[in-house]
Structure formats: structure tokens, C-alpha cells
């Protein structure tokens, strides 16, 4: 009993997780491109949205547009490397969803093959890792000096944000202090 609750949490988990990554809009590598329908909206934004905007990576880095240019292929280069890597991810997903669904096997064998297949998932999000690093190894080759210590402070800025995020959830810090509880 107890696995098939474990079996059955893991499977609706992963169909959550799924499911929020599929209603993530598509960021498409040609901005500029928009659907018709969005360009005629007007943009609603106050003064305090203003100032909560963050500067793009090329105007923080200064980037000219040589390097703008070369961003952009590496960029493009990684999005096509990185790809199938994040289909086979989403395919070994809706496998474990499969197996977990499927009456015919025991728990002990949902079990074994999902396992099996999480370590799959867990090998193909270091083999996406390894691409990232590579890529942004390869932008830092096109920097100067300067723009490299500016692009490691916004590493560390954006690693500090991540903890944040970690450890008070996606909603940032509280804003006030919880009564100890008795």
C-alpha cells in the first residue's frame, strides 16, 4: 500500500512538474517576432515596474555589436545542442507517468523501472549542465576584462538571488517575523 502511495505521488508530481514547464511560455530566439495581438496591447506599468526592470546582459556588459553578434551565435549554437537533451528529458518524464499508470505491473517493478529511469533523467540534466557551462565558457572568451568581472558579479548576484529563492520559496523573504510557536 504504502509503495503504491509513493508510486502514485511521484507520478502526479512529475505530471505537475510537466505541466507547468508545458504552460511556460516559449521563449523564441527572434524577439522581435511577436503575434500581432500582443503588439497592440498597451503595456500596463507604473513607475515602481521601472524601476524593478533589470538592464539586458549586452547593456549591463556594455556588449558592442561584434560582440552582440557573437552572443547571439553562441547562444543559438547552445539552444540547438542543449534541445534534444530536454526532449529526452521530457520523454523519460512521460515514461515514468506511463509505468506508474499501468495496471499490469506490480509495485515492486514501477518501482525498479521508474528508478531506472530517474537516473536517466538525472544523467541527461548533467549532460545539459556540461552544455551550459561550455557555452557560457565560450561567451566569456569574447568579453574583456572588465566585462568579465561585471559578468561574474552578475553570477554571483543571480547564484545569492537563487539561495534567496530556496530558502523563502518563490516569494521572496518574509516581511515580517512569525510569532514562535508554543
Not at 509513493?6 to 521563449?27: D, E, F, H, R, Y
Not at 547552445?78 to 499501468?102: L, N, R, S, T, Y
Amino acid at each position: 500500500m504504502k509503495k503504491s502511495l509513493i508510486v502514485a505521488g511521484l507520478a502526479a508530481s512529475i505530471m505537475l512538474t510537466s505541466s507547468i514547464a508545458n504552460a511556460a511560455p516559449q521563449v523564441t530566439p527572434d524577439n522581435d517576432k511577436q503575434p500581432a495581438v500582443e503588439k497592440q496591447l498597451p503595456k500596463k506599468c507604473d513607475k515602481k515596474c521601472d524601476k524593478q526592470k533589470r538592464p539586458s546582459i549586452d547593456d549591463r556588459l556594455k556588449l558592442t555589436e561584434e560582440q552582440k553578434k557573437q552572443a547571439h551565435e553562441i547562444r543559438m549554437k547552445g539552444h540547438e545542442q542543449i534541445k534534444p537533451v530536454f526532449e529526452k528529458i521530457k520523454a523519460k518524464k512521460a515514461e515514468i507517468i506511463k509505468i506508474a499508470q499501468d495496471q499490469k505491473l506490480s509495485d515492486e517493478q514501477k518501482t525498479k523501472k521508474i528508478n531506472a529511469l530517474e537516473i536517466d533523467i538525472l544523467k541527461l540534466k548533467q549532460e545539459a549542465r556540461k552544455i551550459r557551462m561550455e557555452n557560457t565558457k565560450e561567451f566569456e572568451s569574447i568579453l574583456t576584462a572588465d566585462q568579465k568581472a561585471e559578468f561574474n558579479k552578475m553570477k554571483e548576484e543571480g547564484r545569492k538571488m537563487h539561495m534567496m529563492k530556496k530558502r523563502h520559496g518563490h516569494r521572496g523573504p518574509a516581511k515580517f517575523e512569525r510569532a514562535p510557536q508554543k
